[in-house]
């Protein structure tokens, strides 16, 4: 008997953590949705300057950026989203009279990219689409002399490419300040100053004479919380991009990244050469806003996405595929099993008292449907009124049931008594729970009013204050989100928590309340055998 | 390990109790007939157990309106909820006061701590119970107008106010454990540990009382006749034994409480019955019980009948 119900329980325990396994790694699942926890609302307002056709870069999702909710509106335009290889092209040609605008907005999400190692490239041939980002552009006699003699006395000529480029954005990257005065390659490298483009414009030509595939990148970065207070206007920013080793490496002479596309670099276009032209403020005026919008939330409609994806059976029965109005009660209604871990481990193995058996989960429920310190306070009150409220029913001799009914409603009264006067509907606005805890704060007036009469008001106030310290830790529990999600994602969990409830169920050792209990036993038992 | 101590006195615990000794040796079914007071004196007369008489069960609201009628042979009465726990919802009547005022009788009725109760709140306490108010779980029950049962004299130096009472713990019909229950001025007058009753423990193989406390803490005297509670020596010990071994064979219960009160004519009475005994019977015999329990385990006879279980009870606790 014994062993089976350790199998039992053992089996309880691990089969969810058996298939938290492997729906990680076999179906690819995440064990939580990922995390959103910063956005950035992104605005793009464009005034093309000429009448005709005209086109504008675009963000496009790559691995590190994830665009949601993207929507064009124009005035009075046609808009064709050209996909390109690099990048993605709003083009558009203004019919009607006037500037016709397009307004461009999105959500986006930025991960930053890292590499950490970058080994030795001696590749010699690349394909022909590469040829592109090979062609060094035509430059001025002045301009090639001035790289050519840096050239000369940077590089050695027999290294490895990496070992080039890395030669190439270091004094790029240190040696040019950034100036945005200089846009001229000679004046740069003759003066040590230059704009942001022109030092990805140095680097690109350098990497470029090496053989080495590269573009420059366009892009915005996303303002700090001192530039987003002072409102400061954002610009295109330009950064590099090579290709050694058969990956793109990016590369950032004005913010000195190798190797590192920062988390607040938003990469607009791949290819300057393409798409410069269309920057110009002769062609277009543009205007960008964005917003940081803080969030700390579970992004589940990707999880959603993965378990459709999925084709196995068990991440079929995911409760992401119900209707997000159950999804809600479920995600809630999943955590009641820890709470009651919680009341067991409180009650069994510490041995607190409590008004009833579930009553502190429903005060959890209560508290967490409204908040902690309202939920407190309104209990409080509650009970401070009903006990009063009984105390003057009791002199009327009323029926047991309609007196516990009187009671219920003048919780009901006071609850509406509240909101009117408060002017504040928020606390149970749409609170479906809510209702439970008024029935059973209801029921705990009578059962506190008797307890009072009977036990006094010692032992009342223990009980009550247990009550509510059960409750408190349910509620802490209950406030790590990321456990409600857990729970949520995984069900089968439950039958883990079920597991754990059978291990309190079968001790039958001492609860910490009875070394209190029994403290003056053990001691007087040792004090008469010590005067033995 | 904190609960060393707990461990070598053998004392036994909430968890324990509940998990090796009542889920084992108590079967769900018994249950009502320790719970439910009509259900145990009924089965106590068929199997010639003295109870204090049931004067009338009221089993709905209706009766409540001539209830002064069906009570008007009495002068004292006690009201139980049926399925009542730990003494809550009982009140002892110990004086009826009847006077006539322009023809219409008035009742007041006396309670044991002397308070005066209208006979409207008399009856609203019943309602109270009848809705269930006092009983296990809350749910609707039944109330007992009991006959009162007479304090024996041997306890008026050691009690206030009420009537003091025995409780033995009999696990599998042996004795293993007993104390009597004394009432104070700050119990109020009822036999209840919790409101500040005295415990004292009575070693089953005499008779006389080892320990008493109130609490926790140890006493020697009563705090409101000053007797020295050692003195108290209580008589027909074997008859309450035998008694509350007995009471075994008649519900099945392996791990029982009896309460038992010691009444001048009768001799020990049953009170009530109860399947959760409370452990704070350890503290009053300042001895744990687990080792009691484990001997009994260990010896055990199911053909003993229950004089021969006293008398292994008697033996060796």
């Given amino acids: 008997m014994r062993t089976k119900i350790i199998i039992f329980t053992l089996c309880l325990l691990f089969i969810p953590l058996g298939i938290l396994f492997y729906k990680v790694n076999y179906l690819n699942l995440s064990i939580l949705p990922q995390k959103v926890d910063d956005f950035w609302h992104f605005h793009l307002t464009i005034r093309p300057r000429s009448k005709d056709t005209a086109r504008f870069p675009l963000p496009r999702a790559y691995p590190g950026l994830r665009i949601s909710d993207e929507k064009i509106v124009s005035d009075n335009s046609e808009i064709i989203i050209e996909h390109q290889s690099d990048s993605n092209l709003a083009k558009w040609t203004n019919l009607g009279e006037g500037r016709g605008g397009v307004f461009y907005s999105a959500k986006i999400n930025i991960d930053p990219l890292v590499y950490k190692t970058f080994h030795k490239d001696y590749t010699q041939y690349y394909p022909r689409s590469f040829q592109k980002y090979l062609k060094v552009p035509e430059l001025t006699a002045e301009e090639l002399e001035a790289i050519e003699s840096l050239e000369v006395a940077i590089l050695e000529g027999d290294e490895d490419k990496t070992s080039a480029i890395r030669k190439i954005y270091y004094y790029v990257d240190e040696e040019i300040r950034r100036n945005f005065g200089v846009t001229k390659i000679h004046e740069s490298l003759f003066t040590g100053n230059g704009s942001p483009l022109v030092k990805a414009k140095i680097f690109n030509i350098m990497a470029r004479r090496q053989r080495v595939p590269a573009r420059i990148v366009v892009g915005i970065r996303t303002p700090t919380p001192q530039e987003e207070a002072s409102k400061s206007k954002i610009r295109f920013t330009y950064a590099n991009e090579v290709y050694l080793n058969n990956k793109w490496i990016p590369v950032d002479t004005n913010r000195s990244y190798f190797g590192v596309r920062p988390d607040n670099f938003l990469v607009l276009h791949r290819n300057y050469d393409e798409v410069g032209k269309y920057l110009s403020k002769k062609n277009a005026s543009y205007n960008i806003q964005i917003q940081r919008a803080k969030m700390n939330r579970f992004n589940k409609e990707v999880y959603r996405d993965e378990v459709n994806k999925s084709n196995s059976w068990l991440a079929k029965l995911s409760l992401y595929r119900l209707p997000l109005p159950l999804q809600q009660m479920f995600s809630t209604i999943l955590l009641i099993p820890l709470g009651t871990l919680v009341l067991a481990v409180a009650r069994n193995l510490i041995g607190i008292p409590t008004l009833g058996i579930f009553t502190p989960i429903i005060l959890t429920l209560f508290f967490k449907e409204t908040s902690f310190g309202f939920g407190l306070f309104f209990f409080s009150v509650i009970v401070g009124v009903g006990i009063v409220e009984r105390y003057i029913l009791d002199k009327f001799y009323l029926l047991a049931v309609p007196r516990l009914s009187i009671i219920l409603t003048f919780v009901i009264l006071f609850m509406i008594g509240y909101t009117l006067i408060s002017g504040d509907g928020g606390f149970f606005s749409q609170r479906h729970l809510a209702f439970f805890p008024i029935v059973i704060v209801a029921t705990n007036i009578e059962r506190l009013s008797i307890m009072l009469a009977e036990e006094g ?27 409600e999600v857990l729970m949520f994602t995984n069900p089968e969990l439950l039958f883990t928590v079920i597991g754990l409830l059978i291990l309190i169920g079968k001790y039958k050792g001492y609860r910490l309340s009875e070394f209190l209990r029994f403290r003056d036993l053990v001691r007087q038992k040792k004090n008469l055998e010590g005067g033995k | 390990m904190i609960f060393s101590n707990l461990h070598r006195l053998g004392i036994l615990g909430i968890n324990n109790r509940v998990g090796r000794y009542i889920l084992r040796h108590n079967k769900r079914k018994l249950y009502p007939y320790v719970d439910n007071k009509v259900l145990t004196s009924k089965l106590a007369e068929d199997w010639g157990i003295p109870t204090p008489e049931n004067h009338l069960v009221i089993k709905n609201y209706g009766s409540l309106k001539y209830l002064d009628q069906k009570i008007a042979h009495l002068d ?22 009847r006077t006539e005022e322009n023809g219409v009788t008035k009742i007041l009725c006396r309670r044991s701590n002397d308070k005066l109760m209208k006979f409207e709140e008399v009856k609203h306490h019943i309602s109270g119970i009848l809705s269930g108010l006092y009983s296990l779980g809350g749910q609707s029950d039944e109330a007992i107008i009991q006959s009162r049962v007479e304090k024996h004299p041997i306890f008026n130096d050691y009690s206030y106010g009420g009537i003091p009472d025995i409780r033995v713990i009999v696990f599998m019909g042996y004795p293993v454990m007993s104390m009597v229950r004394l009432p104070t001025k700050s119990s109020d007058g009822r036999a209840n540990l919790h409101q500040g009753a005295i415990g004292a423990g009575i070693t089953l193989s005499t008779g006389l009382v080892n320990h008493a406390v109130i609490g926790k803490k140890l006493i020697t005297h009563h705090p409101d006749t000053g007797n020295e509670i050692k003195n108290l020596v209580l008589p027909h010990w074997r008859e309450v034994l035998d008694l509350a071994a007995k009471c075994y064979d008649m519900v099945g219960l392996g791990y029982l409480g009896a309460d038992i009160v010691l009444t001048p004519d009768r001799g020990p009475v049953l009170l009530e019955l109860n399947a959760r005994p409370g452990l704070g019977i350890q503290i009053a015999n300042l001895a744990g019980l687990v080792p009691r329990l484990e001997l009994i385990s260990a010896n055990a006879d199911a053909e003993r009948d229950f004089k021969a279980r006293v008398d292994f009870s008697m033996k060796h606790f």
């Fill in chain 1, 457 to 483: 008001f010692i032992n009342t106030s223990k009980t009550l204050v247990g009550t509510i310290v059960i409750a408190i830790l349910g509620y802490l529990l209950f406030s790590v989100p990321s456990l």
């Fill in chain 2, 76 to 97: 004292s009465f006690v009201i139980k909820p049926a399925k009542g726990s730990q003494g809550n919802g009982i009140i002892v009547i110990k004086e009826v006061i």
